[in-house]
């Protein structure tokens, strides 16, 4: 099974600021597709999970382009280019290259 | 817009059984493969398994392989989850997820609690 590793697990952030959270699966994401499936998602409070970024760098429909994704293999991040209110909540990363496995969460706050 | 409702959450006894459903409205249900994922409270996201738009490919977590099987009628736009021989370990909220290279929509969810 695809372990995946998120660091940090808390992330205190300044409004305005940036914000970065990285992702280590156990094994390379490379699909014999020749795709990377890794996923960001956001948890709200009190909401369901919502898409971000998928296939390491594609922006879902709707979502901010404050919100970027990078990486490659086994190593892959999330940045948030200026912290908003609204960006409170859970960050999770999942991969959906064998079969499914999502990373611990890490958890944003404001200062 | 795309719309996934599930139901059918409850209060079952460790031993018991549940079936989940998922209404889906918005979008072509049978062009999509859907996914079950659940959170137990306080905790993170737990994939327990996916099938394929036309139900012929199937896939679960160990963690409930040979207890939950899934399921779809896509005459009716409904994913299915049927539970048996539920534990403790099984209390979450469960949600279902349209597929599209990964979890893409999400409902809201629905509670099962497995306590005697």
């Known amino acids: 099974d695809i372990v995946m590793t998120q660091t940090p697990l808390s992330s205190p952030v300044t409004l305005g600021q940036p914000a970065s959270i990285s992702c280590r699966s156990s094994?390379?994401?490379?699909?014999?597709?020749?795709?990377?499936?890794l996923s960001w998602l956001q948890q709200r409070p009190g909401q369901p999970p919502r898409l971000l970024i998928y296939?390491?760098?594609n922006r879902f429909s709707g979502v901010p382009d404050r919100f970027s994704g990078s990486g490659a293999g086994t190593d892959f991040t999330l940045k948030i280019s200026r912290v908003e209110a609204e960006d409170v909540g859970v960050y999770y990363c999942m991969q959906a290259t064998q079969l499914r496995t999502f990373g611990q969460g890490t958890k944003v706050e404001i200062k | 817009q795309v719309q996934l409702v599930e139901s059918g959450g409850g209060l079952v006894k460790p031993g018991g059984s549940l079936r989940l459903s998922c209404a889906a409205s918005g979008f072509t249900f049978s062009d999509y493969y859907m996914s079950w994922i659940r959170q137990a409270p306080g905790k993170g996201l737990e994939w327990v398994s996916y099938i394929s738009s036309s139900g012929s490919t199937i896939y679960y977590a160990d963690s409930v392989k040979g207890r939950f099987t899934i399921s779809r009628d896509n005459a009716k736009n409904s994913l299915y989850l049927q539970m048996n021989s539920l534990r403790a370990e099984d209390t979450a909220v469960y949600y279902c997820?349209?597929?599209?290279?990964?979890?893409?929509?999400w409902g809201q969810g629905t509670l099962v609690t497995v306590s005697s």
């Open positions: 296939k390491i760098s």
């Open positions: 997820a349209r597929e599209e290279a990964a979890p893409a929509s």
């Open positions: 094994q390379s994401l490379v699909h014999s597709d020749g795709n990377t499936y």
